[in-house]
């Protein structure tokens, strides 16, 4: 390195002058005698501290190279579940490690379920059956279980739950506690003449009681049906249709910012089936139920005995249509979750894992599924975690690996809110539910005095991530290293050839994948017109950079990742359009030139007497999407147009937009 800094750069950084003069002849002799690397590695454990301005820890790793920001160290990668795994294997390097795993794809999964503890019923007679291809793969032929049962394997005295409403001191549920709430609720579903294979929503923040729903659902043999909390009445009652739910669990109302907002009235507008109430402010309907009339004294109860294709959970993920697509989770989904817990995040025993989110989006099982089956502990925090209560809730609960999307890390980053807290205790990051921005993820590594970041980017029709990290490789700020272990992907261009930059197809298959959609083709939406038959497509666009490593480039499709949610442009558009006074609307998701989380601007053709007033029309297309959709969709940007491009069939050119609205960005810098 041959860069010198000055006094006044650093000054100018928020460090105090004596400070800065101090440190400044040692920075200057690592600049110039250090490789890029090595030189970083010596500033992050001789110099940059948590609670130093961001602007410093940024002006020294650009001085540096902006190598990978973070390097293992061979204690640290022995000490992980990879390396035993490759010492069990006798393999020597991770990429000889994942070339073993995805050719051969039965013996590593064998491997995973034995890793795991998996609890099996009837032992499988094969581990995979590909007679049908690999659209329909076979897994554990002929074996019974319940995942349950798999949750609930630690020390009955050790935490399963670590949870803190806001304002409130950390309190405890222990895996006999969580045991026995489980099987209370199962109980409760029988008594109330529930049978296995009906479908049992949750519409419910994420709680320790909501959590022992999820799991009593399941080892009652019912099936969880996932709904998100936020969603408008609209659109609970969508999924409930398509799921066929015979009841749901609620509660009165959730706290988001320190509002009161109600939940239980969303449900009843959404014409539920009976529900079961948490929470005493609201009257019920005369079917329903209070969570105490429900809840079962009996603290047994036998795991109902299920085959492995057998549906425990539906999910859904918006499609191209407008209408969401439900995808049915079944009982061995949950191992490819805690899989890549185990590997890529690597949760251990008595690890402390915390990632805010919810039981409607996949990280919310995923989340039950990494933790618990790992024996490790979940932590949820009950208030808001764009806040500073958040952080020291992390703080005091001593979380090891701490999850995020990329648009929280922006939050915290712009209103300084996690400053000067002490998460030493953290091992790992990971990020999901959007496409990173590198200067948030080094401020995010900084916080904890720069620990990897774990990238994770994968669906709900995965059950986890077929792109990811680990703890053996160095960790650069949002770029991923590896196909997840298990399966492999390949990047083909616009012609079906192989490229660096291009669609990402999934090699299947792999455990965690899904074979069936209950509402849309299987085949149509995932294999039909692939460039390969082994090929399934996932959507999103990767690019493989120089060093190996990958970067995520949004979607190929028409389907926007907004705030770690996926939504398609036709969900948005029928709400917009139905606004008085638009003619007709297009949504778009575009990439900030600076990177980071997709963000939603509309293109409008409108009244004349909205010509000129677009921040009115801003307002009410905001308040409509709230209302109708989802408050978490924030319109960035409107673009008031005569016409829409069109192609010969007349189908709106979202595409034209995109790369219209990401050059006027790039001309005039508007955001």
């Known amino acids: 390195m041959t860069k010198q800094l000055s006094l006044e750069q650093i000054i100018a950084c928020g460090i105090a002058r004596e400070t800065a003069a101090a440190m400044l002849p040692q920075i200057n002799r690592w600049l110039s005698s250090l490789p890029a690397a090595e030189c970083w590695q010596q500033f992050t454990r001789h110099i940059l501290k948590s609670d130093q301005p961001f602007d410093f820890h940024e ?6 190279g902006q190598p990978p920001a973070w390097f293992p160290t061979e204690e640290q990668i022995q000490s992980t579940n990879i390396a035993a795994l490759m010492k069990q294997l006798n393999v020597d390097s991770y990429a000889e490690l994942h070339a073993w795993s ?41 074996a019974r279980l319940n995942i349950v049962e798999s949750c609930l394997l630690a020390d009955e005295n050790a935490p399963a739950i670590i949870f803190q409403e806001e304002g409130g001191s950390l309190s405890t549920l222990t895996y006999k506690e969580l045991h026995s709430l489980t099987n209370r609720v199962a109980n409760g579903l029988v008594t109330a003449g529930f049978v296995p294979g009906d479908a049992i ?15 009593g659902i399941i080892k009652a043999g019912c099936v969880v049906v996932s709904i998100a909390d936020s969603f408008a009445a609209a659109e609970i009652a969508i999924r409930l249709h398509i799921s066929e739910a015979k009841a749901i669990f609620t509660q009165d ?7 009161q907002l109600p939940l239980y009235s969303k449900v009843v507008d959404a014409n539920a089936p009976r529900a079961i109430v948490l929470g005493t402010s609201v009257e019920l309907r005369s079917n329903d139920l209070t969570w105490k009339e429900f809840l079962s004294n009996e603290e047994e109860f036998e795991a109902f005995s299920a085959n492995p294709a057998a549906y425990k959970n539906i999910l859904f993920s918006s499609g191209t249509t407008g209408v969401p697509k439900a995808i049915p989770w079944t009982q061995t989904t949950p191992i490819k979750c805690a899989a890549d817990g185990h590997l890529h995040q690597d949760i251990h025993a008595g690890d402390v894992v915390a990632w805010p989110t919810n039981l409607g989006w996949m990280m919310g099982p995923w989340l039950i599924y990494a933790s618990l089956i790992n024996r490790a502990t979940i932590a949820l925090y009950y208030g808001t975690p764009t806040e500073r209560g958040f952080g020291e809730f992390i703080q005091n609960a001593r979380v090891t690996m701490l999850g995020v999307v990329p648009s929280l890390v922006s939050v915290w980053k712009t209103t300084a809110c996690m400053q000067g807290l002490d998460w030493s205790s953290i091992k790992a990051f990971s990020s999901t539910g959007e496409c990173s921005n590198p200067q948030d993820m080094l401020f995010l590594m900084s916080l904890a005095g720069y620990k990897p970041i774990v990238e994770y980017c994968g669906g709900t029709e995965i059950g986890g991530a077929y792109i990811t990290s680990t703890l053996v490789q160095p960790s650069a700020p949002a770029t991923f290293t590896t196909p997840a272990l298990g399966l492999d992907l390949a990047i083909v261009d616009e012609e079906g050839h192989p490229a660096d930059k291009g669609e990402a197809f999934i090699v299947a298959p792999s455990i965690g994948l899904s074979t069936e959609l209950l509402n849309k083709d299987h085949h149509q939406v995932y294999f039909a017109n692939t460039p390969q038959s082994s090929l399934r497509r996932h959507g999103d666009r990767i690019e493989r950079l120089a060093n190996g490593y990958y970067r995520a480039q949004g979607r190929v499709d028409d389907t926007m990742n907004l705030g770690g949610i996926k939504v398609s442009s036709v969900e948005i558009e029928q709400i917009v ?11 778009i998701a575009f990439s900030p030139p600076e990177g980071g989380p997709s963000q939603l601007a509309i293109y409008a053709v409108v009244e004349n007497h ?7 029309l801003k307002n009410s297309l905001q308040t409509a999407i709230r209302q109708q959709l989802n408050p978490l969709f924030k319109i960035q940007d409107i673009v008031i147009v005569d016409t829409l491009p069109r192609t010969a069939s007349n189908k709106v050119m979202r595409r034209v937009l995109r790369e219209h609205y990401q050059a006027v960005l790039a001309s005039y810098k508007l955001v």
């Open 610 to 616: 909205l010509q000129q007033n677009k921040e009115l």
């Open 102 to 142: 995805t050719q051969h794809r039965g013996e590593f999964w064998e491997m995973m379920i034995q890793r795991l503890g998996i609890r099996l019923h009837k032992p499988y007679s094969r581990i995979v059956d590909l007679s049908g291809g690999v659209e329909s793969p076979q897994w554990l032929v002929d």
């Open 59 to 64: 002006l020294l790793y650009k001085s540096a």
């Open 201 to 215: 929503a949750i519409a419910m923040p994420m709680t320790a009681e909501s959590v022992a729903i999820y799991l």
């Open 577 to 587: 359009n139905s606004v008085e006074g638009i003619c007709e609307a297009v949504a």
């Open 253 to 259: 109302y959730i706290w988001r910012c320190s509002k």
